[in-house]
């Protein structure tokens, strides 16, 4: 059974009201993205999306797949299985295979760098040479690593991807992901490792022994905020772009995939930014950790739990419609079954402006919610006796 909430928050502070949803004008989008085949830019504070062209086909990512292995090591790093100065041999047969090919840190056997060194080759400079060492130094092999990926993927519900490769060499098109899937690793990456991400993401160069190593990322020291995330090219895949800028409190992600040229993906990258901060705004409605909603719990030592938000909620809303009438609906199936654990993902918020498309945002368990001992059924019984 499917439990919800759902309430209409109007533009009076503080009220709560049923209202009719009026019809919001969502802006025009900058003309550079016509000739871009894939384009989606969401608002991750709200997960509304401002703009979209086939999110959902897939599409070849390129050098945008080592967003995932680094994602993937992040997850290692974190859970502490993964020393960030451990140091990597590199195999001869790796170097000769990949010294040179494509972009890379032109890493030989007597080298011996260290993940750090690793993923700001694979970050920044978009080393191919450096994700093959990582993934076969770690796993063992590059399919075991890819297999880590995959099983990355599928736990962020990224449905509509494959990775057979852990840089995104060419590979006859057996690595393949969507734009919607890519804004779901980039909210993964930014939420789940932030100090990782702030490391590695938005570099313009890093030195490798005395050669420094540049980003291609059109937007960071261009677009105030924006600080990453990756590019990546082939001949196959033309001119594709992960990015994400946050400004006065809101974080923008973007995909750009199928350009046909550089310039034309660099400045519908900047443009579409700047066009998503100036013609949009927020209308604040949770902190970080609040609150949202009390969720009934069945065999749990407490009768409810409190569902909240891992990042600062708010509705995106189009310039000029300041009145604008605000559907919040949260939703889980419910009652919940303990035992539950702080931040386990539970259900989601569902935010509707207008008559625009709405967004989600995933709410989780705000504490660790036991198993009902004896006397906790007790009392539950007879509470549910009597209400």
Do not use: C
């Not at 700047?274 to 009390?294: K, M, P, Y």
């Amino acid at each position: 059974m499917k439990s919800f909430l759902k309430f209409t928050v109007s533009a009076i502070a503080g009220a709560v009201l049923l209202t009719a949803p009026a019809v919001a004008q969502a802006p025009a989008p900058p003309p550079e993205l016509a000739s871009i085949p894939v384009s989606l830019l969401v608002d991750i504070g709200s997960g509304q999306v401002l703009v979209q062209r086939r999110p959902d086909v897939p599409f070849l990512p390129a050098s945008v797949t080592k967003v995932m292995t680094a994602f993937v090591a992040f997850e290692e790093i974190d859970a502490g299985r993964l020393p960030i100065n451990r140091k990597f041999q590199v195999q001869p047969e790796t170097s000769r295979e990949w010294f040179a090919k494509g972009t890379t840190m032109y890493l030989t056997p007597n080298d011996r760098p260290t993940t750090k060194d690793l993923l700001h080759g694979i970050m920044t400079a978009s080393a191919n040479d450096a994700a093959i060492v990582l993934a076969q130094g770690y796993a063992g092999s590059v399919a075991k690593w890819t297999a880590r990926m995959n099983a990355a993927a599928k736990s962020l519900g990224m449905s509509r991807s494959h990775y057979n490769t852990p840089n995104g060499w060419m590979d006859e098109g057996h690595t393949y992901v969507t734009a919607s899937d890519l804004v779901k690793l980039a909210d993964a990456m930014i939420t789940r490792h932030p100090q990782l991400y702030r490391e590695f993401s938005g570099r313009k160069h890093y030195f490798w022994r005395d050669v420094a190593m540049r980003s291609h990322d059109p937007t960071v020291g261009v677009v105030p905020g924006a600080d990453g995330i990756k590019t990546g090219y082939t001949r196959e895949a033309g001119y594709n772009f992960l990015g994400t800028a946050q400004r006065d409190g809101r974080r923008l992600v973007m995909v750009l995939a199928g350009s046909p040229t550089h310039v034309i993906r660099d400045k519908a990258a900047r443009d579409l930014l700047e066009w998503g901060f100036s013609q949009w705004h927020a209308r604040h409605l949770f902190e970080q950790g609040q609150t949202v909603i009390e969720a009934r719990v069945q065999d749990g030592d407490a009768r409810a739990v409190p569902l909240v938000a891992n990042r600062e909620v708010h509705a995106t809303v189009p310039n000029g419609d300041a009145n604008e009438p605000i559907s919040l609906s949260v939703h889980y199936r419910g009652p919940l079954q303990a035992p539950l654990r702080k931040g386990q993902q539970v259900g989601e918020l569902e935010i509707k402006v207008g008559s625009l498309a709405p967004g989600k945002i995933p709410l989780y368990a705000g504490r660790d919610i036991g198993k009902a001992g004896p006397l906790d059924r007790l009392l539950n019984g007879i509470i549910n006796l009597f209400s």
